[in-house]
């Protein structure tokens, strides 16, 4: 009877000590994975912070030398900000990506604060890049077509200056005109030197209506490009303040802890 209650002792006691040996390795995997998941957090915080920091570089090198009364510059800049919008956003989602707020130090909570306000502020100026966007595009359009037309009639001013000089030209060098011509062109039915002077005048017509419908199919085009990338860069600005709003809005508690 004495040796079974032995037994049964020691039999209790290695099941205590196996638990409480079990418990310990336990709790020492939860304190390498807590710690584990606070240096990955850091790390992923800190190239968001990388992120931000070299985008803003980025847009200040790019704004300087400025020229805000250039419709294009404008336009361009624009643009720029649209089509790269996802390095902000890609920065903040790091930045404010965080599993637990008891980690967060009180300085670093101010810092997130003052983050997420900036947020608001880019999201209101990606708002107003819309008008600049298309008031600016409607402008590069005006200029285009104006260069386009002013082409066209300098085209149509070589044709008229010309024919006058052909028409002040002698009938000796007409003359000469026609035999060289011949001379050139031995196949030609041209007999005389009115119908030479008819020839090069029509030439000199049909070529600069070639130049000019080449010039309005590229003004054409030009339009059609305009407005798809208008539409495309607007349709952006405004998904991207969306974007920024929400952003400010779902950072609640960065401002509510401060």
Not at 46 to 55: K, P
Not at 99 to 105: F, G, P
Not at 137 to 160: G, M
Not at 176 to 185: M, S, V
Request: no cysteine.
């Amino acid at each position: 009877m004495l040796k079974y209650n032995l037994r049964r002792i020691r039999r209790v006691f290695r099941l205590k000590s196996s638990k409480n040996s079990n418990n310990i390795h336990i709790n020492k995997t939860k304190l390498v994975n807590k710690n584990v998941e606070e240096k990955s957090t850091k790390i992923i915080n800190l190239v968001g912070y990388v992120i931000l920091l070299l985008t803003l570089l980025d847009y200040a090198f790019l704004l300087f030398p400025s020229n805000f009364f250039e419709p294009s510059w404008i336009y361009n800049i624009a643009g720029h900000l649209v089509e790269n919008v996802w390095a902000f956003l890609l920065g903040f989602l790091l930045i404010f990506y965080r599993r637990n707020q008891e980690l967060i130090r009180p300085r670093e909570f101010t810092f997130l604060s003052f983050i997420s306000w900036v947020t608001l502020a880019i999201g209101i100026i990606y708002f107003l890049i819309t008008p600049l966007i298309i008031g600016n595009a409607f402008r590069i359009n005006r200029s285009q077509q104006a260069q386009a037309k002013i082409q066209i009639e300098q085209q149509k001013n070589q044709v008229e200056q010309y024919s006058k000089q052909l028409n002040r030209v002698s009938s000796e060098q007409l003359n000469n005109l026609f035999q060289n011509y011949q001379q050139q062109n031995p196949n030609q039915e041209i007999t005389s030197v009115q119908k030479l002077k008819d020839n090069l005048l029509i030439e000199v017509k049909q070529k600069q209506e070639i130049a000019s419908n080449k010039l309005q199919t590229k003004a054409r085009k030009q339009k059609l490009n305009l407005l798809k990338t208008t539409i495309k860069l607007s349709i952006g600005a405004i998904i991207s303040s969306i974007s920024f709003l929400l952003i400010w809005k779902y950072t609640k508690w960065t401002r509510s802890r401060s």
